[in-house]
C-alpha cells in the first residue's frame, strides 16, 4: 500500500501538487516534502511561494514543534534562505557542528542569527572554525554565547582568513581582556569587517589597549561597541590615543566603562584631530562638568564641522559627530552649571535641531540661560526638558520663546 501511496504521489500533475503545497507552511514543505525525491524537488523548487523565501526565522511559534536538527539539516540543500534567524532556541553542540557543516557547504546563507541560544564553547568553536572556508556570509550574531580564551582564539583565526563577514556580533561572551586581544590582534590583518560588538565582555584597559593597537592598523571597521566593559581612563586614554590616527571609525559606543575627567579629556583631545568619528557614547560614565565641558570646547574648535553629513547624530549623553544635530544629555546630572555650557553653545550653533536635558537637576539659573539662548538660535526645534524648582516668572520666559517660535516642538515638566 505504502508503495503505491508514494507511486500515486510521484504522477500527481504538478497543479494538484501546487494545491497540496498551498495548504502546507514553509518548514513543512522544506522538512518533509523537499529532498523526498528528484520530482518533488523540481516542482517545489518552482512554487513561486517556497522560492520566494529567503528569510528563515526558527525563533517564530509554528518552529517550536519541529526538531531543529531536521531544519538544519533540511537547509543543507536549501538554494534560497539567505538570512537564518535562531534565538532563544537552545541550540546545542549537535545543532552548532550541524550549523558549522553547513557554512562549509556551498551556501547562500549570508545572515546567521544565533544570540541568546547558550552555545557552548564547543559549539562556537566549531562555527568559528567552519567561518575560515566559508565564502558567503556577512553578518553572524552570537551573543550571549561562550566563547572566552579558547573560542576568541578560533575566531581570531577566521577573522584572519575569512573575507566576507562584514557584522560580527559578540555581546556577553565571555571574552575577558585576553579574548578581546586575541580578536583585536586579528583585526589588524582584516579587511572585510565593518562592525564589531563587544559589549558586556569583562574587557578592562589591557583588553582596550591591544583594540587600541588594532585601531591604529585596521582600515576597514567603521562600528565599534565597547560598552558595558571596565577599561576605565587608561583604556579610554589608549583609544583616544588611536583615534588620532584611525582614519574610518565613524561609530564609537564606550557607554558604562567607568570613565571619569582624565578620560574625558583625552577623548576631548582626540576629537580636535579625528576627522572621521561621527558617533560617539559616553554615557553612564562619570565624566561629569568639567569632562562634559572639554568635549564641548573640542566641539567648538574642531575646524572640520562644515556640513559633511547633515544626517549624523551626537548622543551626548553622549554622543559626537561633526554635524551637530541631536544632543542628547538626559540623566546626566549636569545641573546649572552644565546647562550654562550648553547655553553658551547655542547661540553660535547652525546645526543643532534636537536637545534633551530632562531630568538634569536645572533649576533658575541654568533655566534662565536656556531661555536667553533661545532668543538668539534659530536651528533648535525640539527641546526636552523638567526644571526643578524653577520659579514662575523662569517658566513664564520660557513659554514665552515657545510662542515666538511655533515651529518648536517643546517639552516641559
Known sequence: MANSTSSSLLKLPVELVYRILENLDYLTILCS????????????????AYKTIDTLDLSADRAVNIQLTRIIDALQHNTTVTTLVGRDHRVGDEEAA?????????????????????????????IADALQHNETLT????????????????FADALRHNKTLTTLHL??????????????????????LITLNL???????????????????????TTLDL?????????????????????????????????????ASRMADALQENTTLRMLDLSVNVIGVEGATKIINALKDNKVIPNQCSTTVFYFSFF?????????????????????????????????????????????????????????????TKLNLNFENVTDDIRNQFEERLRQNQQREMAVC
Open 139 to 154: 553578518t553572524l550574531d552570537l551573543c550571549w554565547s561562550q566563547i572566552g580564551v579558547d573560542g576568541a582564539r578560533r
Open 320 to 380: 559626537f559627530t561633526q554635524t551637530l544635530t541631536t544632543l542628547i544629555l538626559a540623566n546626566n546630572h549636569i545641573g546649572n552649571e552644565g546647562a550654562t555650557e550648553i547655553a553658551n553653545a547655542l547661540p553660535h550653533n547652525k546645526t543643532l535641531t534636537t536637545l534633551d536635558l530632562t531630568n538634569n537637576r536645572i533649576r533658575n539659573d541654568g533655566a534662565r540661560c536656556i531661555t536667553d539662548a533661545l532668543q538668539h538660535n534659530t536651528t533648535l
Open 33 to 48: 516534502v523537499h529532498n523526498v525525491c528528484t520530482r518533488l524537488n523540481m516542482i517545489t523548487d518552482a512554487y513561486p
Open 171 to 192: 555581546r556577553d561572551t565571555g571574552l575577558g581582556d585576553e579574548g578581546a586581544a586575541l580578536i583585536a590582534d586579528a583585526l589588524k590583518h582584516n579587511t572585510t
Open 227 to 263: 560598552s558595558v566593559n571596565a577599561i576605565d581612563d587608561e583604556g579610554a586614554t589608549q583609544i583616544a590615543d588611536a583615534l588620532k590616527t584611525n582614519k574610518t571609525l565613524t561609530t564609537l559606543d564606550l557607554r558604562s566603562n567607568e570613565i571619569d575627567v582624565d578620560g
Open 98 to 126: 550541524r550549523i558549522a557543516s553547513i557554512l562549509q557547504q556551498k551556501t547562500v546563507l549570508t545572515t546567521l542569527d544565533l544570540r541568546n541560544n547558550g552555545i557552548s564553547v564547543e559549539g562556537t568553536k566549531q
Open 199 to 221: 559589549r558586556y565582555n569583562r574587557i578592562g584597559a589591557v583588553g582596550a589597549t591591544g583594540i587600541a593597537d588594532a585601531l591604529k592598523h585596521n582600515t576597514t571597521l
